[in-house]
């Protein structure tokens, strides 16, 4: 939680008035010299600079979350913690609106308003708070920052990205049956869920949903399905000479065990192909389905 916080902290503290031009004939000379450490703070923070961002900050500056009530006191522990969390965490970005800067006194202003951190391919993290600057020695700098910043959670869409390509809306066609599928991201890109409906001379027969997610246990994509017929299925999913393969282990509603191998073939970005082989129930050999092409709606 703590670590996770200190992305917020960065966002916050870093680019208050990112987002404001500073119209130095308008503003104060106290408030300019705010705006400006706000400025190069950001430029450190998008520098990934631990060292610089802390020379911002007081040497007893505290950062608290609402969220956990946990804080990080003092310069270095904050230089630290940036530290880490830059190691583990690459590509952020820092958008910020700040409501007001008020001067409780020559050498302390506050300041208020809101901020988001944003993330490649993911929904910014918003957050609302409060910051109290303090003037040592000519030179402003964040002596407190309160948030309630929502703690950061984790993605796997780094080894997810590479079926990108199934997202979106999805049907074929073969004898007297339609499937149609739905495919989305779930948020932060950890699964991918892909909705299906079966239907046979205008009437839904069969539907359901999969999970398609990374395994950081087992260190690769599996999923996860769940039929209207009560039946349930787990598939370890890799790639293979342009195509994804899906060794499946299935529960029928009846209680038998089945397994298969479903084959992806990607043709372009409208267009796949499947099929699925090698399908036993209880011992027995079934047939294989032939490649059947599937088109994306609309194309």
Known sequence: MKQMMLVGLGIIGAVSGLTQACNAQQASGDEAAIRNAIATYTEAFNKADAKSIAAHWSPEGVYTSRLSGDAIVGRDALEQEFASQFAKIKGAKLAVAVDSIQFISPNVALEQGAAALVLPNQPPR???????????????????????????????????????????????????GTITTECSWTRNRNFITRSFAVTIEGAVELTGMQFIGWDPNQKQIRAWTFDSDGGFAESNWRQNDGKWIAQTVATLPDGRRGSSTSVFRPIDENRFGWQKINRLVDGDILPNVGEIEVVRKGS
């Open 126 to 176: 918003e957050s609302d708070y409060s910051a109290v600057h303090v003037k040592r020695n000519g030179k402003w700098l964040i002596d407190r920052l309160t948030d309630e910043a929502t703690e950061l959670m984790p993605s796997h869409y780094e080894e997810l990205k590479a079926l990108e390509w199934l997202i979106g809306d999805w049907t074929d066609t073969e004898g007297r």
